[in-house]
Every structure is written in C-alpha cells, then in structure tokens.
C-alpha cells in the first residue's frame, strides 16, 4: 500500500469515528488518557534506550522532561475534566431574560499534531493529551530526525488507543505534505518560523484553526543586584541542557559591564568543575554540528570556554563566548546549540531597545534580580511569549501555566486547562422556555 493510501485510510477512519461520536463520551476519554499513561509507563525503559540513542538523554533528563511531562499532563486531565467538560448554564438578562443560555465545549474534530526533534516524546504527544481530552481523533508524525523515539511513540500510541482514534504516520517531508493537504480540522505544529508558515497556509486553505509553538532568541537580563550564585546555577542547567536544543533555552547572555567579568569566571569556573569539556547529551545530526562550528568560525567573540566538537559523535562542548556585539553572527538567529554569548551593558534601557529592535517578541524572557518587583517593571516593557524572573525554561513544563509564543515565536497556548480549551470549540447555545 503507497503512504497516500495509508494516509487515505487514516483520515478516513478517523472522520468516520469522529461523526459517529465515538470521542465525546468523557468517560471514555478519561479511560483512552488511563491506557495511554499506562502504556508509556510499560515502555519506559523502551524510552530510555530511543532518547539516548536519538539525543544522548540520560534516564534522569527522560524522567523529567519526557515522560514525565507527558504523564504529569495526563494527570491533570484526570483530575479536573469530568469538571471543565460540563456545560457552563446560567440565565440571560435584558432584553433575553426568561431564557437560559448554554455554553459547551465541543471537539473541533480530526487534529494533525506535528512532533519537533528536540523533546520528541514530550513535545509530540503533551499536545495530544489535550486533544484527547477535549474529544478529538489525531494523527501524529514524530520528527523523522529521531527515529528510534518516533519507533517507540508509535508502539506507545498502538498500545494506547484504536487507530480510528489516534494514528501515528512516520516519515518525513513527503508524508508531511500529503497530510497537510487533508481538511484536517485543527493543526497543531512544534517547530522552526519557517516550516511553521508553511503549516499556517496549510490551515489557511481548510479554514482551520492553528496552534504554532516556534522559536527565537531568548535574552537573559541580569541585573546588578542578581544573586550570581543562583543565576550560574540556573544558567548553566538551562543553557546545557538536551546541548542547548531547547525552544526556551537561554539564547544569549546581558550583564552589567560592573559585574561582567565576575559572572564570567563563576560561569567558567562552573563549566570546568560539571561540564569538563565535555556535552550534554547529543546535537541531532551532523549537519546541525557543522552549523554550531560555522558560528564559532564567524564570530568577533573571544571562545572562553568550550568550542571543542566532534561530528560523528555529535558532541559539542559546553561554550561560552564574550565580547560580542549585536550584529555578530552569533546575534542573528536562535542558536539552537551548548554555545553563550555574553554581551556587556551600562543601562538597562539601551537593552530592551536593542532586544526589541534585534529580536522582536522572543518566546521567553529572563530577568535576574533579587528586586522582584523592579524585574517584573523591565519584562513587562518587552513583549515576548512567557517569562521568568530568577529562573529559566522550567515555566514550559508547568501544567498550571498557559506556554505558547507570540508572532515569530508563536500563537495559540497550551497545558492544563488551556489545552482543552484550545482543542474544544465554545459551542453557545440559547434556550427559550416553551
């Protein structure tokens, strides 16, 4: 059978179970959530071995930033959408009253979620938590970049739901583009700028509502009253982390020149004593090694740490690069990779000009400071997706908070109570008493 007629019977299947309403009942939502942790629980060593092989991830990383934030998710779905699927009712006034209005939240219908390669587990299937929970059918496609993950989230997905419910569709650019020519009735995408305005027309042509989870360079503002000790800490974890392939990692580095060259040499000094020259886990390919090495030959920056690669491996050292200006090559693009760049500053207004004028509305921001309230003042004159003050990244794992972008770094939010909702349309409906 050809991947279009694969993919013909798949979308087929899922329209036919979808009309037949197969998907609204709650409880069975609530019992294809249960089998579906259950099942990624079954294969968690399975996980184990696919992450480390695709990405070099450790079991502890997996534990925190895969399977535990798809589970955690899932959890929380468990636990509050007997309530959040419950029509909202209430009595109409003025000129309506006598009559009572309705508002339920209904399933779009076929969903097409597209995995990145960075967090494959976490990131293909956390959105598909929320499309289950709200009552929708989904086909998944994994990143072709992680091929050993994408194997195990389809056994996971086999496992955990009937195929006219959810189906996983391996592959790469071919089978994305057959896909995104079915009227899907939603599309959700993780991914870079580019090939999300290519999902976005996609949508466009079915009329179909789109949630887009892209990129840019997130800036880290220290200010001069920041307890260093924790901003190293936090820094290092968040910037080394998955070798830097995190859409919320910090880009780059703004330190007040007065303490520039003490942060520096406590980040150096920390880099030495946990890093050793050494990556955290694996750069995705080699091509994206070769990318990571093309900056550093480009760049006016001093390497102060790191710059050591190997290609076959896909290592690439922790680095850390000073003296670097606004239009370095460093500067232009999400890095997307274990290398810093640290850019000194003597006023904090020069700095949100610049960010705003070279990196428009990145998808977090971080503040250091131990004056929360002055830190809170300076994020909010810079639009960006989300926020942290005195950390970093560890918001896009929170199920309590929405995470999404805003213009090149995104639209539309999810976790929690915001992924149900983005998956249900608000059906209003008004009752006149007979």
């Known amino acids: ?157 086999t496992e955990s739901f009937d195929p006219e419910i959810v189906t996983v569709i391996e592959g790469g650019r071919k089978e994305n583009e057959i896909l995104l020519a079915k009227p899907f009735d939603f599309f959700f995408f993780t991914g870079s700028p580019n090939v999300g305005k290519i999902i976005m027309k996609a949508a ?46 910090p880009d780059y580095l703004l330190v007040p020149e007065a303490i520039s060259q003490q942060v520096v040499d406590k980040l150096l000094a920390k880099i030495t004593a946990d890093y050793q020259g050494k990556s955290v886990g694996k750069v995705v390919n080699a091509k994206q090694v070769e990318k990571l090495a093309g900056y550093l030959k480009e760049t006016k920056g001093k390497v102060v740490a790191g710059g050591d690669y190997d290609e076959q491996s ?32 003597t006023d904090l207004a020069s700095v949100r000009q610049k960010i705003i004028t070279h990196h428009e509305k990145p998808l977090a921001i971080y503040a250091f400071s131990q004056d929360e309230q002055a830190a809170l003042d300076f994020i909010t004159t810079i639009q960006s997706g989300d926020a942290q003050i005195n950390d970093m990244l560890t918001h896009a794992m929170c199920p309590q908070l929405p995470f999404g972008g805003i213009g090149p770094s995104g639209m539309g939010k999810y976790h929690g109570k915001t992924s149900f909702d983005i998956y249900s349309h608000k059906r209003s409906i008004r009752t006149v008493k007979a």
Not at 147 to 156: G, Q, R
Not at 215 to 238: H, N, S
Request: charged content about 20%; glycine content about 6%; hydrophobic content about 45%.
């Open 1 to 157: 059978m050809t991947i279009q007629a694969v993919i013909d019977q798949a979308f087929a299947a899922q329209k036919e179970a979808f009309l037949s309403g197969k998907t609204h009942d709650v409880e069975g939502r609530l019992a294809n959530l249960r089998r579906f942790k259950q099942a990624i629980l079954d294969n968690k060593q399975a996980i184990y071995q696919a992450l480390d092989s695709d990405l070099g991830k450790t079991p502890e990383v997996v534990d925190m930033a895969e399977i535990g934030a798809v589970t955690e998710e899932i959890d929380v779905m468990l636990e509050n959408l007997a309530t959040w699927a419950q029509d909202d009712v209430f009595p109409l006034t003025g000129h309506f009253a006598g009559s009572e209005g309705r508002i339920r939240a209904e399933p779009y219908g076929l969903t097409y979620i597209i995995g990145p390669f960075n967090y494959p587990f976490n990131l293909t299937l956390t959105p598909l938590v929320g499309a289950i929970a709200a009552g929708n059918t989904a086909i998944l496609k994994p990143s072709e970049s992680t091929p050993a993950t994408s194997a195990i989230i389809k056994k996971v997905i």
């Open 204 to 249: 466009a042509d079915h009329l179909a509502p789109v949630v887009l989870e892209l990129g840019g360079k997130c800036p880290v503002v220290v200010f001069e009253d920041a307890d260093i000790d924790l901003l190293i800490e936090r820094l290092t974890y968040t910037k080394y982390l998955n070798s830097g392939q995190t859409c919320v990692a």
């Open 314 to 345: 896909r290592q690439f050292a922790a680095t850390v690069v000073t003296d670097v200006e606004w239009d370095d090559a460093l500067m232009q693009d999400e890095i997307f990779g274990p290398i810093l760049p640290i850019l000194s500053y």
